[in-house]
Structures are given as structure tokens and as C-alpha cells.
């Protein structure tokens, strides 16, 4: 079946603008994560959405991050402000429920200029 | 605090020779292991898990992983490298009693190199 799916692959913006990146889970899993990968590092939890409510926002590094599951399916992390230090591939992971093993998309790679 | 090490930031060997990537873990309760190979501009794989049973646990493409619990290791291994083996590995812990969900906490990975 089809895996984890994120767009875009790539995001390059300017320091200051908004972006969105989108995750599509597997299909009928109810935990979906977000994770924030820097280079050279391992990846580093963001969020965590079991259904449409976020459980866990505690990795969010600011007010200028957010993200929405208004579906309990799609999923959309919203950087504002963007910042270079933001620049980093971005993660998405879900899994069939918050007990079970996390499978991750290819990620996007963001570039803050 | 939890964490994770991987104490090598790259493993070289040669084709056919057995590898070991090695990673401790620093958690308060029974943690749950897990292993992600990443290949170049591509996510996380997930290789194997630890849960609970017996410490020696099998995974996708030959590799397999044993807990030691009072070491607090979970090195991965695989009897004979492949080129194709070469990428970057994560090992990652979550407690087993974490509120009911999988926060992954990874260390900061190693690179393994297999030469033909």
C-alpha cells in the first residue's frame, strides 16, 4: 500500500514569509508525528496528532510553528515568520495507533534564505 | 532525561565482514528500541523493534539487534555487509509506559560506510 506522503519535496523561501507543509499518513492510521531533522543531527519531535486534536505540542520550538489535522487525516505544520534557523527537512511519521511503530514520508526539505 | 547514544559518528567496513553500530540508551522505566536507516533524500526506514522477549530480535535485510539490559545497549548487527548497506542509521527509544503513545527521541546517528 502506499506509504507516507509529503509535499512539497523541497521548499525554498525568504526570510519572514509564511509556509505550509503537508503530510498524507497511511491510510486509516490514527497517530501522525512531526519531526524536524537538522544537519547532521537526528530527527527531533515537533508534534503529535492521535485523531484531529494535537496530544502533544510540546516540541514546537515557538509560537511561530502550528499545525492542523482538521480531518483526522491530512495534516499541515505552518511556519510563520520563517526564520533561517528553520531551515531543516521536516519529518512526518504516523502510525495505526500511538502504541505502534512509526513509518515516515520522504520529508521536506526547507531553505530559509 | 531521556536519551540516546550512538558514540560512532561513521563504521567502515569492508563487504562480506560482519558489522556492529552501536547505541546506549539513558531512560527512567522499560524502554521500548527501535532502528531507521535513512538512504540519501529519502525518510526513515524502520529495521526492528524491541518490545519485550527475547533480547536478540531480527529486522528487515539480514539485520538483526540485541538489547542488553545491563549495559543498556542496543547495538545493531548483520553477519555480512553488503555494499548496499551503506546509509545512516538511527537507533531511537520511547518508554514503555509514556502515556500511551510513541514519542521517538533518536540519536544523532551513524554512518556506515561498506567498501567493496
Known amino acids: 500500500g502506499a506509504g507516507v506522503s509529503q509535499t512539497p519535496s523541497n521548499k525554498v523561501t525568504e526570510k519572514g514569509k509564511y509556509v505550509e507543509l503537508r503530510c498524507d499518513p497511511i491510510?486509516?492510521?490514527?497517530?501522525l508525528y512531526w519531526y524536524r531533522q537538522s544537519l547532521g543531527q537526528g530527527p527531533e519531535f515537533l508534534i503529535y496528532?492521535?485523531?484531529?486534536?494535537?496530544?502533544?505540542d510540546s516540541g514546537l520550538p515557538n509560537d511561530r510553528f502550528f499545525a492542523v489535522r482538521p480531518e483526522g487525516s491530512v495534516s499541515t505544520l505552518k511556519i510563520q515568520r520563517t526564520e533561517r534557523g528553520d531551515s531543516a527537512v521536516y519529518l512526518c511519521?504516523?502510525?495505526?495507533?500511538?502504541?505502534?511503530?512509526?513509518?515516515f514520508g520522504p520529508g521536506t526539505r526547507l531553505l530559509v534564505l | 532525561a531521556q536519551s540516546v547514544a550512538q558514540p560512532e559518528d561513521q563504521v567502515n567496513v569492508a563487504e562480506g565482514n560482519p558489522l556492529t553500530v552501536k547505541c546506549t540508551y539513558s531512560?527512567?522505566?522499560?524502554?521500548?528500541l527501535f532502528w531507521y536507516v535513512q538512504y540519501p533524500n529519502r525518510g526513515l526506514q524502520f529495521l526492528l523493534k524491541?518490545?519485550?522477549?527475547?533480547?536478540l530480535v531480527k529486522g528487515s535485510y539480514g539485520f538483526e539487534a540485541e538489547f542488553n539490559k545491563s549495559q543498556t545497549s542496543f547495538h545493531l548487527k548483520k553477519p555480512s555487509a553488503l555494499v548496499s548497506d551503506s546509509a545512516l542509521y538511527f537507533c531511537?527509544?520511547?518508554?514503555?509506559?509514556?502515556?500511551?503513545?510513541?514519542?521517538?527521541?533518536f540519536g544523532a546517528g551513524t554512518r556506515l560506510a561498506v567498501h567493496p
Open positions: 491510510s486509516g492510521h490514527t497517530a
Open positions: 524491541y518490545i519485550t522477549g527475547d533480547n
Open positions: 531512560v527512567s522505566g522499560n524502554p521500548y
Open positions: 496528532f492521535q485523531g484531529t486534536g494535537a496530544a502533544d
Open positions: 531511537a527509544v520511547i518508554l514503555s509506559d509514556a502515556g500511551g503513545y510513541n514519542k521517538l527521541i
Open positions: 511519521a504516523s502510525s495505526l495507533s500511538g502504541q505502534e511503530t512509526q513509518y
